[in-house]
């Protein structure tokens, strides 16, 4: 049974930072590609990271580049997701989600139907 077990969200002052983790268990971790994914409240889910199994490659979304950085550990199973200079728009439930052989490409690699696995997020809140 694959789980994805998302943590580190919670309160934060804008210009604060936090770290999220995810833990994955029930995969071959090193096989899959790695995302990370937010829904805010009254919007439609949108792609925030990813990182390719394959060649290590990072994509971000326009609006947190430079500010947020993806990471992934095979040792520990688990993928980052550090989030600097955060701003109250970046309000959501971060989810992280792994899919098997995604095209590198920041249309695929950013599109949910991507992904096979999800997990239940972490709510991050910012306050201005």
């Known amino acids: 049974q694959v789980q994805l077990v998302a943590s580190g969200g919670g309160p934060v002052q804008a210009g604060g930072s936090l770290r999220l983790s995810c833990a994955a268990s029930?995969?071959?971790?090193?096989?899959?590609?790695m995302g990370w994914f937010r829904r805010a409240p009254g919007k439609e889910r949108e792609f925030v990271a990813a990182?390719?199994?394959?060649?290590?490659?990072?994509f971000y979304a326009d609006s947190v580049k430079g500010r947020f950085t993806i990471s992934r550990s095979v040792a520990e199973n688990t993928v980052y997701l550090q989030m600097n200079s955060l701003k109250p728009e970046d309000t959501a439930v971060y989810s992280c989600?792994?899919?098997?052989?995604?095209?590198?490409?920041?249309?695929?690699?950013?599109?949910?139907?991507?992904?096979?696995?999800w997990g239940q997020g972490t709510q991050v809140t910012v306050s201005s």
């Open positions: 029930g995969l071959t971790f090193s096989t899959y590609d």
């Open positions: 989600a792994a899919g098997l052989d995604i095209l590198p490409t920041p249309e695929i690699i950013g599109a949910p139907v991507s992904y096979r696995y």
């Open positions: 990182i390719s199994r394959t060649t290590l490659a990072r």
